[in-house]
């Protein structure tokens, strides 16, 4: 601790939360025990120490993503994410299997042909399992080849943020081996259905390439396949529109500061071994001349800022005699100098920003934002009432002075959070943020305050710098990253969703070229033609789009963990995804339907 942190004594704290312990579990002993061993020395912790101990208990996780902090989220995106992967695979086999439908129906004659020169059944679902089986294989080496250069792409990817991260993808044997189940169950699944109506034919109606009566119903296998995929297609674009929405409703969100227009620079003077009598007059220094900088409208400082990581924590009591943890509220916790509201862009709502009355030895103060004042006080003005850490009536009581916006501290889909903000002067902290709003481009205002810092010790070393809109990449992360692959499953899943529909309707003017130059002999109108070729896909759009609006109400829950400020539900959304599927639909069928309309009837005739 002397050596990584100087100056901070987190170990002699007994109300410091930020202690991570690493063990190793005893063979024999699971976790529960263990975690059950442990509370049992919290509990005589909380007897022995009511005042900061009571309450608190000891949980076990594993290793790495800060304990069960990024845990949850992570994993919520990594199934949504899955599941998406998931669609976006039986959406392509869903259509393979329908072009493999199409194939079918053309080898009608081929398949009776060797049937009558004795094949058997049997042989000709081997025969077309083989094909089915090595355009897998073609796909699955394909595949391979672009996740190995994506995973090359990937580990060479220079993240927009200060946070060591490994974003390597590791290709391994249960990578391989997953890629080739998924094949496998592809071909058994998708190539069994094609193949098993390749070889159930009529062999007189075959031979003679006129319909089977066991075809002359009104709808087919390629049908239902078609209408899946506009149902997957759907719940796809519904996810990926979701998403991209959600990112631009969070580039306008709240945060309770304004990013633009304003930089920042960080220090933590305790690493360089300042003490809290030198560290204080640096910290009175640095504003001072900072001020005076050209194009300053407002500069201020803070131990850290919302949407980082390292915030300050704790829990707050009304100031009158408790005596139960659940008597108190959890709030996030800043030590701010005068000017830092004005420097970021927080409103105040009530009451007065912090001077520089509030001083070390005045009565300790405060501003808290809304939801502070609403949840200590509900029925009661906050300005002048008091509060204080913790359950500990001995504690010092802190007097509300103002009330500032409500904003986001550490994530952008966090619910309503309390949040106090302190005198600096009055609760010294070495770790500190120079904030500066200013008039002048963030690179050459963010240089200026490198050099004026630089000037008063050139040995401390600076980090968090530059705007503060560029420095909202980290929590701005999760819902970037979710756009990029989602969007690109969206646009994966129109382009299967039209070439399915585009195959289907070709092939039904292809298949009824004959029925079709008959009709126009006959006199049959421009739109009679249309109408036999497209009413049924119009049928299969529509049932397919309810069926996947449908699934998109009851799967899309599963987004709410990478969304911000759009529901699941979003009605405008699936206005947009229901007109962009009637629009690929549309244009998928028009040059099908154009080449329908072409259609000459002397000639179709002609053709056997």
């Known amino acids: ?63 790495g993503l800060v304990g069960r902090a990024l845990r949850e989220p992570v994993i919520a995106f990594t199934t949504v994410l899955m599941g998406v992967a998931g669609l976006v695979l039986l959406l392509s086999c869903l259509n393979l299997a329908g072009l493999l439908l199409a194939r079918a129906s053309d080898r009608r004659r081929e398949m009776a ?37 994506i995973s090359h792409a990937c580990a060479s990817l220079n993240l927009p943020f200060d946070i060591p991260a490994n974003t390597a993808l590791a290709m391994d044997f249960r990578v391989l081996l997953f890629t080739f189940a998924a094949a496998l169950i592809a071909v058994v699944l998708f190539g ?87 560290g204080r007059a640096f910290q009175d220094a640095v504003l001072q001349k900072a001020a005076a900088l050209p194009g300053v409208l407002a500069v201020g400082s803070s131990n850290n800022v ?46 007065r920003d912090i001077n520089w009355r509030d001083r070390a030895g005045a009565p300790l103060v405060a501003v ?15 300005i ?46 070495a770790w500190t943020t120079l904030v500066m709003r200013t008039s002048l481009p963030a690179a050459e205002a963010t240089d200026s305050l490198r050099r004026v810092i630089a000037e008063m010790d050139s040995s401390l070393p600076l980090f968090n710098t530059g705007s503060l809109r560029d420095q909202l990449a980290y929590p701005l992360f999760p819902a970037r990253v979710a756009a990029v692959i989602l969007g690109a499953f969206g646009f994966i899943a129109v382009v299967l969703a039209a070439t399915g529909v585009f195959a289907l309707v070709a092939y039904a003017v292809s298949r009824r070229t004959r029925g079709i130059g008959i009709r126009v002999a006959l006199g049959a109108s421009a739109g009679q033609v249309l109408n036999t070729v497209l009413g049924r896909i119009g049928m299969l759009v529509l049932v397919g789009g309810t069926a996947g609006a449908m699934i998109s109400l009851v799967a899309g829950r599963g987004l709410a963990a990478v969304l911000y400020g759009v529901s699941p539900m979003d ?9 962009l599927m009637a629009a690929i639909s549309i244009f998928s069928c028009w040059h099908p339907a154009r080449r329908a309309l072409r259609i000459d009837p002397s000639r179709s005739l002609r053709e056997e």
């Open 571 to 579: 009605p405008e959304t699936y206005a947009i995804v229901l007109v």
């Open 384 to 429: 002048g009432r008091r509060f204080r850490f913790g359950i500990d009536p001995k504690a010092e009581a802190i007097e509300i002075v103002g009330i500032a916006e409500d904003g986001k501290y550490e994530s952008l889909g966090e619910d309503q959070t309390l949040a106090v903000f302190q005198s600096l002067a009055q609760h010294y902290n």
């Open 192 to 278: 069994m259905a094609p193949a098993l109506q390749t070889i159930r034919v009529d062999l007189v109606p075959a031979l003679k390439n006129a319909p089977s009566t066991r075809r002359l119903r009104r709808w087919h296998l390629r049908d239902g396949v078609v209408t899946l995929q506009i149902a997957l297609s759907f719940v796809l674009l519904v996810s990926s529109v979701l998403v991209l929405r959600s990112l631009r409703h969070a580039m306008d969100l709240e945060l309770g500061f304004q990013p633009d227009g304003a930089v920042s620079v960080s220090f933590d003077l305790g690493l360089q071994g300042y003490s809290e009598a030198r």
């Open 368 to 382: 808290v934002n809304r939801t502070f004042a609403r949840t200590l006080f509900p029925s009661e003005n906050a």
């Open 113 to 149: 042909l060797r049937l009558a020169l004795g094949a058997r059944r049997i042989r000709l679902v081997r025969q077309l399992l083989t094909e089915s089986l090595l355009l897998a294989l073609a796909g699955g080496t394909a595949s391979v080849s672009l996740a190995l250069w």
């Open 306 to 351: 919302p949407l980082r990581l390292g915030t300050d924590e704790g829990n707050v009591s009304v100031a009158k005699p408790v005596s139960k943890v659940n008597e108190s509220s959890h709030t996030m916790r800043y030590d701010v100098s005068p000017g830092y509201f004005a420097a970021a862009g927080t409103r105040l709502l009530a009451g």
């Open 1 to 63: 601790e002397a050596q990584i942190e100087p100056g901070r004594y987190w170990l002699d704290q007994r109300a410091s939360t930020n202690v991570w312990v690493l063990g190793r579990v005893r063979a024999g002993v699971s976790p529960g025990q263990a975690e059950s061993s442990l509370n049992r020395i919290a509990e005589q912790l909380a007897h022995d120490y009511p005042s900061t101990n009571e309450g608190m208990n000891i949980q076990l996780s594993p290793p």
